[in-house]
């Protein structure tokens, strides 16, 4: 090999340098501008919340959350979210299971309607449930006529609720569950455990933190959703108003310590699933490096 080729060689090697070893300046810089975003986008709009509720001191925020409405808003809130977050929970472990164990013609159909709702606007879900069963059509009048109102009533909410946390758990457990295979279903029924047997004792152990995880975000997204509740809930204060809509009702009367109160409390309930999120992400983490040292 000449001398020539020699010379050349550190430079080559040094064109092709590896991404991670950038100068300290480039990654200072990305630094900066990470920090910056999460501070102006996340940070800033927490304090501003949390500032505004205490401006005139906790006895104001618990005089307002302590309002009629108030307590009504904050409860059916919590009524939605335990009635909608159980039911996505069964409807996406029966998806994931669906699509991860069988083999069937118009799967990706299937995976594509479940993706729906996170393309599909709220305020567009909550017009096709008024469309549906709203008063003026044939299943919404006879339901009203029986007593049974879905839109403008707590059961059109949970509808709507239902359509936009729908795919959280199910898109949670379907890369867990394809990542781990039949085998252990096939080793289970080869020695004759029953199909709910399976379920209880190799599948559901083996998806558990996917499926915690799933829950976690549909729990936030459920307390949180505004678009598709707005439009079926009809805002009737003390009855079908849910705290996103107490607090653009409260907000638009001038009423800025109430307002400002309950967004409070329902960024307290958000920060609460997140933390909740991150211990399992650490103890799910700390469970697999575990394993993966046996």
């Keep these: 090999m000449s001398d020539a080729t020699l010379g050349r060689a550190p ?3 040094r064109a092709f340098r590896p991404a991670t070893q950038e100068t300290p300046w480039v990654r ?5 501008i ?3 975003g999460l501070g102006i ?3 800033a709009p927490l304090i501003v919340v949390f500032a505004e509720a205490l401006g005139e001191g906790w006895a104001a925020v618990i005089e307002s959350l302590g309002h009629r409405d108030a307590r009504s808003a904050i409860r059916l809130t919590l009524t939605i979210a335990a009635i909608a977050v159980p039911l996505n929970a069964v409807f996406g472990i029966a998806a994931a299971w669906l699509i991860t164990k069988f083999d069937f013609r118009g799967k990706a159909f299937l995976i594509t309607l479940i993706d729906l709702p996170f393309s599909v606007s709220p305020v567009v879900a909550g017009l096709c449930i008024v469309l549906m069963f709203g008063a003026n059509s044939f299943a919404g009048g006879w339901l009203v006529a029986n007593g049974m109102p879905i839109v403008f009533a707590v059961p059109g909410i949970v509808l709507a609720t239902l359509f936009v946390t729908f795919p959280f758990v199910a898109r949670e457990l379907i890369p867990v569950m ?3 295979g039949r085998a252990e279903e096939e080793a289970a029924l080869t020695l004759g455990a029953s199909g709910w047997r399976v379920f209880r004792t190799v ?3 083996n998806i558990r933190w996917a499926l915690l995880y799933g829950v976690l975000l549909s729990n936030a997204r459920a307390m949180g959703e505004f678009g598709a509740v707005a439009v079926v809930s009809g805002k009737i204060r003390g ?5 996103p809509i107490t607090i653009e009702m409260l907000y638009n009367e001038y009423l800025s310590v109430a307002a400002f109160g309950m967004a409070a409390l329902l960024t307290l309930l958000a920060l609460v ?6 211990g399992l992400e650490i103890r799910h983490a700390d469970q697999l490096a575990a394993f993966r040292r046996l």
């Excluded at 009855?239 to 705290?243: K, V």
């Design 11 to 13: 430079a080559a090697a």
């Design 178 to 180: 394809i990542e781990q």
């Design 273 to 278: 699933t997140l933390l909740l999120k991150a």
């Design 34 to 36: 990470a920090v910056a």
């Design 203 to 205: 599948t559901l152990p």
């Design 239 to 243: 009855q079908t108003a849910t705290m």
């Design 28 to 32: 200072w810089t990305l630094i900066v």
């Design 41 to 43: 986008l996340v940070a």
